[in-house]
């Protein structure tokens, strides 16, 4: 039933794939091709857990009250021009910058510009359960939904017409650099009361309407996406037309789009084609630290995964160093801890899991663990924090293979994946995370949290009071150092109970044709495009 659903609001947004030359022939007049491996199934980020939508496509569609300065890493205003936090860290008051206007696009035409009435909009759907919006498309909002806030906002209203203000139950400290993500972005209020009164709220998500400087043209589900030029955005009339990010190849099959000119530029590619993509006169290559961690999820809710020392003794049959060496040939990292060494809240005392296959055996045998057969769930696509997931699986089934224990791959792949994950018949996980906040509870709660199992974002179903209560001590403290002891002492029990094994935390890859200019590489993930042009004279070095 959900697939027919998601075909049908789809439906309308489809069109027939024009002959390829063609295609390519109008996009390197009037903008570029951005290729990366991913899944659509909601355009609205609100809903998603990750993926295309958040890494790539939600910054061109939509904005947030405040972003995250790639290179400072401070928060900085995008729709709030300013903002006020008072009562001790629990009432937040933004002012809403005056000249926004939303996208005019097919299905929708504002009528005014963005105020406070979208702003509350766009939050009550998240965090008020009795919002009539709240349950439209499932109700479920991953990010938000596994810090709880539906229970912790106490209030959202309207001051004034650019004035909101929101108050918490307890003091947050990490309250705006949760809204400062792209899980948050501000929607019209108005498109979704058109779309009410015509009995089609479900479209509010497939049909997107925005503030950010591209708006959705036509999607090709599992091909392309085709975004046009907003030319009433805030920031000023972004520099290319058209922006086309193509969905349908991976691995070798997007570095051949790259080198044939099918693509300008190419997304995650993978650390094994960085020799190529260097040697290429026509290509550039940018490589920046990235808030991001790989992991394989133990799923403690199973035996005999649910003992710690069994979790430790299998850690250490994994060749962490292999890894790094064969999966991302030197632009990543092994980790120590789940949070990134570019967090500030990073635990420098943490240390790798050794490498010890021999010990492990031996630990595996005296808790006596014998024929152990593991299933181990892949993703499919490439993604910012591994750029080869099946791979990687084969390396661990090999290293657990040499300490007698059998591993069974099963690899991940369309829409339904994420639901999948969160299923309890499997043993292994192999996945990862990245935000665009440089707050460490971005990273812990989402992922490691008691609440977040039920939010489908803790993958190893791991469930610790003591750690739970770490967290909520740290987000209720506006003192620095406080909030670093407290991660500390949540990474020790973490680093004791392993229910997640860090692996890797990658550097951010992208590579480009060399008349392509203006791309930001953002260590948080998502960057605008409206900054990005191309100049034909420089198209052949």
């Known amino acids: 039933m959900r697939t027919f659903l998601l075909m049908l609001l789809f439906t309308p947004l489809l069109f027939a794939r024009p ?62 021009k300013s903002w006020e936090v008072s009562h001790n860290g629990t009432t937040y008051i933004f002012h809403l910058r005056h000249d926004v206007s939303f996208q005019t696009t097919p299905w929708f035409t504002p009528t005014r510009q963005m105020d406070a009435d979208d702003v509350v909009f766009s939050f009550e759907r998240i965090f008020n359960r009795k919002s009539p919006w709240h349950n439209v498309n499932g109700g479920h909002y991953p990010y938000f939904d596994s810090l709880q806030y539906a229970n912790a906002v106490k209030s959202i209203r309207k001051l004034d017409r ?32 058109k779309l009410a009164l015509e ?43 058209t922006v086309v990010i193509d969905l349908s190849a991976g691995g070798t099959g997007r570095l ?9 530029v190419l997304a995650y590619p993978a650390a094994s084609q960085l020799s190529i993509l260097r040697d290429d006169p026509r290509l550039r290559l940018t490589l920046r630290p990235g808030m991001n961690i790989a992991y394989l999820a133990f799923n403690t809710s199973k035996a005999p995964l649910n003992q710690p020392d069994v979790r430790q003794a299998l850690a250490l049959a994994i060749n962490n160093q292999r890894l790094i060496d064969s999966i991302y040939y030197g632009t990543a990292e092994t980790a120590a801890s789940i949070l990134p060494r570019a967090s500030w809240a990073f635990d420098n005392s943490a240390h790798v899991t050794p490498y010890d296959p021999d010990k492990a055996k031996k630990d595996l045998q005296a808790l006596g663990i014998k024929n152990l057969h593991l299933s181990l769930w892949v993703p499919s696509a490439s993604q910012a924090w591994n750029p080869s997931p099946l791979k990687t699986a084969q ?18 792949e369309g829409r339904f994946q994420e639901a999948r994950l969160m299923e309890t018949n499997h043993d292994l996980t192999l996945s990862g995370w990245a935000t665009d906040s440089n707050d460490p509870d971005s990273f812990l709660r989402p992922l490691l949290s008691c609440d977040a199992i039920s939010s489908q974002t803790n993958l190893a179903h791991w469930c610790d009071p003591r750690f739970d209560a770490l967290l909520q001590k740290a987000v209720r ?65």
């Open 477 to 541: 403290s506006q003192q620095l150092a406080t909030r670093i002891e407290d991660y500390d002492q949540a990474q020790q029990i973490l680093s004791s109970q392993l229910p997640i094994l860090p692996l890797a935390s990658s550097l951010r890859l992208q590579a480009y044709r060399y008349d392509i200019h203006g791309l930001v590489l953002s260590p948080f993930g998502n960057a605008s495009f409206a900054g990005v042009y191309r100049d034909s004279d420089k198209e052949n070095p």
């Open 199 to 241: 009995g089609r709220k479900e479209q509010l998500d497939f049909k997107p309407v925005g503030t950010g400087p591209f708006q959705l043209q036509h999607y090709q589900p599992g091909q392309f996406i085709r975004l046009q030029r907003n030319p009433s955005y805030w920031k000023g009339k972004p520099r290319m037309e």
């Open 162 to 193: 650019y004035t909101v203000e929101i108050q918490l139950e307890k003091p947050d400290a990490s309250f705006l650099w949760h809204i400062a993500t792209h899980y948050a972005p501000i929607l019209s209020a108005e498109y979704a009361a």
């Open 395 to 412: 390396l661990i089934q090999s290293d657990l293979a040499r300490v007698g224990v059998q591993v069974t791959i099963h690899l991940l």
């Open 256 to 264: 051949s789009k790259l080198l044939t000119g099918e693509c300008d």
């Open 19 to 80: 002959a390829q030359a063609a295609e390519n022939k109008d996009i390197r007049q009037t903008g570029f091709v951005y290729c990366v491996n991913g899944v659509i199934k909601t355009f609205n980020p609100q809903l998603s857990s990750g993926g295309v939508i958040v890494d790539t496509v939600a910054a061109q569609i939509y904005d947030r009250l405040l972003g995250v300065d790639p290179y400072t890493y401070r928060l900085v205003p995008e729709l709030a």
